[in-house]
């Protein structure tokens, strides 16, 4: 193949984190991956920001998304996470609910559920706002079994009847189904413990940062 300057190379494909980059250490050139340069130690960054509102979790018992699309990835790659890695998440939108019906939200990476508020009782309320707080810590790495990850938060919202806010306060740590062997997908989910038009939640802002 004849050299070629960089603007005349072929364009490249969406990247996956395999691909390799020559890099020059201790002043010897050697190669790495993507993934080894986006999830270094210490590189503190953003991961993921939504575009757009999520598809509403309405009238419906079933456990459901409560993300949308946007730009950047919720995923990192097997073998992408380290011991000491800190990230930190977003979820803001909008909640309606009939008073004393209950609403859950969960937490997850590949499935394995990384936190779970339970059943929260909801007061009332009409087309407010709603907040949650997640903070992530890999206390290991490995394996399910080995891998251990810390996660807490809060999610809160306005009720109707005052402006106090209401919610719940979570934290727990997956030592035994979490995985950082493959490849772990960020999902966050909603379910009603009743199925009425008054019950509803959907997310207008979700960020994800790495923060150590």
Request: hydrophobic share 40%; charged share 10%; glycine share 10%.
């Amino acid at each position: 193949m004849p050299n070629l300057p960089i603007s005349q190379l072929p364009v490249a494909a969406p990247l996956t984190g395999s691909e390799l980059f020559a890099i020059v250490q201790g002043g010897i050139t050697k190669q790495t991956t993507l993934s080894s340069i986006t999830y270094a130690p210490g590189n503190n960054y953003g991961l993921f920001n939504q575009t757009g509102s999520s598809i509403p979790v309405t009238n419906t018992i079933v456990e459901s998304n409560l993300l949308d699309g946007g730009v950047g990835t919720l995923t990192v790659p097997a073998n992408g996470f380290t011991t000491g890695d800190a990230y930190h998440a977003i979820v803001a939108g909008v909640v309606s609910a009939k008073n004393n019906d209950t609403l859950r939200i969960r937490i997850k990476a590949n499935g394995a559920v990384l936190a779970d508020t339970g059943a929260i009782t909801m007061a009332g309320t009409t087309s407010k706002g709603f907040k949650i707080d997640i903070y992530f810590s890999i206390h290991q790495t490995g394996a399910a079994g080995v891998a251990d990850i810390a996660t807490s938060g809060v999610f809160m919202y306005t009720k109707n009847a005052s402006t106090d806010f209401q919610g719940v306060n979570f934290s727990t740590i997956n030592s035994t189904t979490f995985d950082t062997t493959v490849s772990n997908t960020l999902a966050v989910t909603a379910q009603w413990g009743a199925a009425d038009p008054l019950n509803s939640i959907y997310s207008e802002i979700f960020t994800l940062n790495k923060t150590y």
